[in-house]
């Protein structure tokens, strides 16, 4: 069972990231950002409407259905306690908690914080499964059925392993338990 309420710290959007040698910490705000609302209601844009909401790398991803490159992403290697959402809604999407090291060099989980806010699909030559947002639906990455302990997949929970671009989700650090009174 995983824990309802997540403290989160608000970062800025994936294309505003710190500058290197950046001293600056953002502000901290705490509030239900893995809030997911009882009906999920679709958001449509047009394709020029994304492309302004979107950095060009995020556009290719999320409305395109480009993949990154391996080890060569954001969050491959991250392992911040945290929450990632979609780049293009914020829908919550997975908890840090429940990602694991594929070996890959995607961010890949065991699931979603919800199975409701994802949707799959089959990819046209019937190969692999695509992952959607539930909500805008953009492009997130594929799902596989191979994290058994073999063919190099570790082995977890599910057996399933999202995964991901980085590019099409946004990443909140946990904050730090409040001290006790
Ligand atoms: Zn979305």
């Known amino acids: 069972m995983l824990i309802a309420a997540l403290a989160i710290l608000i970062s800025t959007p994936l294309s505003l990231q710190t500058t290197p040698g950046s001293t600056q910490t953002p502000a901290l705000e705490r509030k239900d950002v893995d809030y997911i609302p009882d009906v999920i209601t679709k958001i449509t844009k047009t ?6 909401s ?6 290719q991803i999320l409305r395109q259905a480009a993949t990154e490159r391996a080890f060569a992403n954001s969050f491959w290697n991250n392992h911040t306690d945290g929450l990632y959402s979609c780049a ?4 919550p999407l997975f908890y840090a908690s429940t990602k694991f090291d594929s070996g890959t060099g995607w961010p890949s989980f065991y699931q979603p914080i919800q199975k409701r806010v994802v949707s799959e699909r089959r990819d046209p030559d019937g190969e692999r499964v695509e992952i959607l947002c539930a909500r805008c639906d953009g492009h997130l990455g594929h799902l596989f059925d191979d994290a058994n302990g ?8 599910t057996g ?10 946004r ?3 946990k904050l730090p338990d409040r001290p006790k009174p």
């Open 47 to 52: 394709s020029a409407e994304w492309r302004k």
């Open 54 to 59: 979107l950095s060009a790398s995020q556009f």
């Open 88 to 91: 293009g809604c914020d829908l």
């Open 150 to 157: 073999q063919f190099g997949i570790p082995k977890t929970p």
């Open 160 to 169: 399933l392993r999202y995964c991901m671009n980085s590019g099409a989700m």
């Open 171 to 173: 990443f909140r650090k």
